[in-house]
Each structure stands twice: as structure tokens, then as C-alpha cells.
């Protein structure tokens, strides 16, 4: 906020004043007639500036091409595009996992491997989250309060827009607490997650393996239901999330789900990393 009514300007005296000195030497004479007609650079000034106005016209004209570039369309566009790449992802992904489960079937019926092998391989898949898993599960959603949020009780200050939205800490705080609890696999919105599995927020969306979502969020998991309530309930970052709760209205529901299946991760597990320019 400025303080300008404060503090007056430097040099102010309450007086104005007068912007046309008088010469002690009376009007100026008027220009010869040689002068009048001879070159004058200012005219040549003034053809440069209608030039260049003429140029930045045209330019904004072939830039425009017939549309209004005084718009937001070209953010429209551009978040078009990253739904529409979060689309594709999507049934790239699950094309991914169709061709997984021709392979597996194919090596299933004669890959020369012995029964431990094959139980072994199995364990392995399981554990990696590539299989599906079958149980008992929950569900913990977490959405924004109200953009008009107030503080519900007192003591507290009147909420700052950052209060009202979910953050990434947040997310990674109930998916934490529920692996603490035993959780045998979790799924957030409809993605099963994996060890590489990066929980990312971006503004007031989830970037997750390439897809894009908005809230409200949905994490389910697989487990002991009274295990993975529990562990939630004892995580101290979770306690400090269910203060915004109670005061401007976060939104938080635990659900139990009873026996469900869990897809297993359909996605690459290749691990993709920066190299040295050689």
C-alpha cells in the first residue's frame, strides 16, 4: 500500500508555479522568410514516427491474424493442451497395461521357468504394484474450504487464500500415513501408485505420472481398516491439517469401502534421469 498521502513531495512549498517565465527581453522576433521554407528536421521526425506507427500496425495486424490478441485464448489453449496431453497419457497408459497382460500370458504358457521361479516373479510383481490387490479398504478425500471461508473459531485469524486449498504436504501426508499403516496398496484418483510414484501439486491441481486432476482428491488403500484409521489419526502432519479443518473448513472424509480391487500400475516402470552432456 503506498504511504504517498503521508509523506508529502520533496520540494513542495503549497504553492504552484508559473510555468511560463516571462523573457526580460520582450517576445521573440518571428522566423525569417528563408528560414520558413529552408530544411527542418523536424519534419523528418514526424514521417519516422507515422512510419513507425505504420510498421507497429501492420506487425499487430499479421501477429492478430484475424483474432483478438487482447484475450486470455491463448491460456485457453494452452490448458486445452495439457488436458488434452493428460488425456492421451491416460489410454497410452492403459493401452500399456493391455499389452502387459498379452505378454505375461504369452511367457505364462511355456517360459521354461520351474514353480518357485514363477512364485517368486509373482511376489515380486505384487510388491512392485504391478498386480492387482484384493481387500479391505478406505477412503480419505480431501477437497478445498469455500472461497469465503471465515475463521469458525476464536483465537484464529481471518484465513489468507493459501489456508483454503489443498497442498501438495497434504497429499503426501495421508498417503504416508496409510503405507505407515500397512496399507498393501493405495490408489489416488484412479492410478495406482508404485514406489516411484511422485505425488506432485501444481497451483491448485495434481500432476500425477503425467496426468492432471483437480480436487477433490480420493485416496483409497487396501489393508486393515482399523489399522490404517488409526495410523492416519496418529500422524502428526495430519493433526495439523485437521486444524484448517475445524477452523476454515478444509474438506476431509474417511470412508470404508469394504472388499474392493485395486488396478495394478498400467504405466512404464523404466526410470527416466538427466546424463552429462558428453
Given amino acids: 500500500m503506498s504511504n504517498s498521502a503521508d509523506s508529502p513531495r520533496t520540494g513542495s512549498t503549497g504553492s504552484t508555479p508559473d510555468p511560463t517565465p516571462v523573457s526580460p527581453a520582450g517576445p521573440s522576433p518571428a522566423p525569417s522568410a528563408d528560414r520558413r521554407g529552408g530544411f527542418r528536421p523536424v519534419r523528418v521526425l514526424t514521417v519516422g514516427v507515422f512510419a513507425l506507427a505504420g510498421l507497429l500496425f501492420f506487425t499487430s495486424f499479421n501477429t492478430a491474424k484475424g483474432t483478438n490478441i487482447r484475450t486470455d485464448a491463448s491460456l485457453l489453449k494452452l490448458s486445452d493442451l495439457i488436458q488434452e496431453r493428460s488425456q492421451k497419457n491416460g489410454e497410452l497408459d492403459e493401452a500399456n497395461g493391455a499389452l502387459r497382460d498379452d505378454v ?146 478444509l474438506g476431509w472424509k474417511v470412508t470404508e469401502d469394504g472388499a474392493v480391487t485395486l488396478p495394478g500400475y498400467s504405466g512404464t516402470v523404466d526410470l527416466h534421469y538427466a546424463k552429462p552432456v558428453e
Fill in 104 to 249: 505375461e500370458s504369452l511367457a505364462e504358457a511355456d517360459d521354461g521357468s520351474t514353480k518357485a521361479q514363477d512364485d517368486r516373479l509373482a511376489g515380486l510383481e505384487r510388491n512392485a504394484g504391478t498386480q492387482k490387490v484384493k481387500g479391505e479398504a478406505i477412503t480419505v478425500t480431501l477437497n478445498d474450504a469455500p472461497p469465503n471461508a471465515t475463521a469458525k473459531l476464536p483465537g484464529y485469524p481471518e484465513p489468507q487464500p493459501d489456508y483454503l486449498v489443498i497442498h501438495q504436504q497434504d497429499l503426501q501426508a495421508v498417503v504416508n500415513a496409510l503405507w505407515q499403516g500397512g496399507a498393501r496398496g493405495i490408489k489416488v484418483m484412479d492410478q495406482r501408485l508404485i514406489s516411484t510414484s511422485a505425488v506432485r501439486c501444481v497451483g491448485n491441481t495434481l500432476i500425477l505420472q503425467g496426468r492432471v486432476y483437480s480436487p477433490p482428491y480420493k485416496i483409497q488403500a487396501v489393508g486393515d481398516p482399523q489399522k490404517l484409521q488409526q495410523a492416519l489419526a496418529e500422524s502428526a502432519s495430519i493433526q495439523n491439517y485437521m486444524v484448517y479443518v475445524n477452523v476454515y473448513g
